[in-house]
């Protein structure tokens, strides 16, 4: 019998991203919503090891992104943006 080995994090992330649904805005809710955890993750490190000017730069990026998230998930929930 196989031992089940844990798939590593970014490569969930991956086959998450690679999957093709047939609702294309909720698909692209879904993985704008994928975007905003990892640009947390991002953050975090950039935080550590990049500039300031980089970190904000990537923290504008993720703000938009995560307007995008939610004016596609009101769309699809049928909700008001």
């Known amino acids: 019998m196989s ?5 590593n994090p ?9 999957r093709r649904e047939s609702d ?3 698909q692209s809710s879904f ?3 994928l ?4 640009y947390e993750v991002i953050l ?3 935080s550590q090891h990049c500039s300031e000017e980089l970190h904000d730069l990537l923290s ?5 992104n ?3 998230y939610h004016a596609l998930y009101a769309v699809v929930n049928g909700e008001d943006a």
Do not use: M, Y
């Open 44 to 46: 975090e490190q950039a």
């Open 10 to 18: 970014a490569n969930k992330l991956v086959n998450c991203l690679v």
């Open 3 to 7: 031992k089940h080995v844990p798939q």
């Open 35 to 38: 975007c905003t955890s990892l």
């Open 66 to 68: 995560h307007e995008v």
């Open 24 to 26: 294309p805005l909720g």
């Open 60 to 64: 504008l990026a993720c703000d938009i």
């Open 31 to 33: 993985r704008a919503g």
